[in-house]
């Protein structure tokens, strides 16, 4: 099963982010590692959501839609960031 998959059969589910979130827009690094959050959806390649505005380092093409906050946002995520709950 490849990440994406993973990411896709999980939705519902909870995803724990090992690193902190970047927040574009001049927020950068939001100093919360290890964030839980609601896996709404996951996307790789194109199209990819115009729509993603916050980032944790990302080796692959994968947008994960979380609900961060009570607020849903498009991430990108790398396997090695994150954990299924």
């Not at 995803?15 to 970047?22: A, D, N, R, T, W």
């Not at 390649?45 to 692959?60: E, F, H, L, Q, Y």
């Amino acid at each position: 099963m490849t990440f994406l998959e993973q990411l896709q059969t999980h939705k519902g589910g909870l995803i724990q982010l090992k690193s902190q979130l970047y927040w574009y827009g001049g927020r950068g690094y939001d100093g919360n590692p290890g964030r839980v959050c609601l896996i709404l959806d996951a996307v790789a390649d194109s199209p990819i959501p115009a729509a993603v505005t916050t980032s944790v380092r990302s080796k692959t093409p994968t947008a994960a839609f979380l609900l961060v906050d009570g607020s849903p946002h498009w991430v990108w995520v790398a396997k090695e960031d994150m954990e299924l709950l």
